[in-house]
């Protein structure tokens, strides 16, 4: 199952729940930075790094991203086997990319090509709404 997201829509429903997606500019750029959630089913990004339109989908072999913190790529297959997750559990994965470029693991990291820092002017708040 595939899902475009077209810019200006601000509810997904899909198999594992909702998607909440709230764009939000900024008065003064850090502002942000304050605004981090610690809650992993919210991904905060830098919008101007968004392309649309955004692509929600579960994950498939060969899937790799930047996990937040890291440099490096990293296959999310060998992502999820690091969280011990059971293969049931990693049945329900999805990921949300952008420009063909993972931008969330859903509800559980970003990709640190897309986090916010002090530069970022508008911010892409996505909250996860589990079924």
């Known amino acids: 199952q595939h899902i475009f997201i077209e810019r200006g829509v601000h509810r997904v429903p899909f198999a594992a729940g909702t998607l909440n997606i709230v764009e939000e500019k900024l008065a003064k750029a850090g502002d942000a930075l304050e605004a981090i959630p610690a809650d992993v089913s919210v991904g905060l990004l830098d919008a101007s790094d968004i392309k649309y339109p955004l692509l929600l989908r579960r994950w498939k072999q060969g899937d790799y991203f930047y996990p937040l913190g890291m440099r490096k790529k990293k296959k999310l297959a060998r992502f999820l086997i690091d969280l011990k997750l059971s293969s049931t559990e990693k049945e329900r994965v999805w990921v ?25 002017r508008s911010t892409l708040r996505i909250e996860w709404e589990r079924r």
């Open 96 to 120: 949300l990319e952008s420009n063909k470029k993972i931008v969330w693991v859903v509800g559980m990291r970003i990709d640190d090509r897309f986090r916010i820092s002090t530069a970022t």
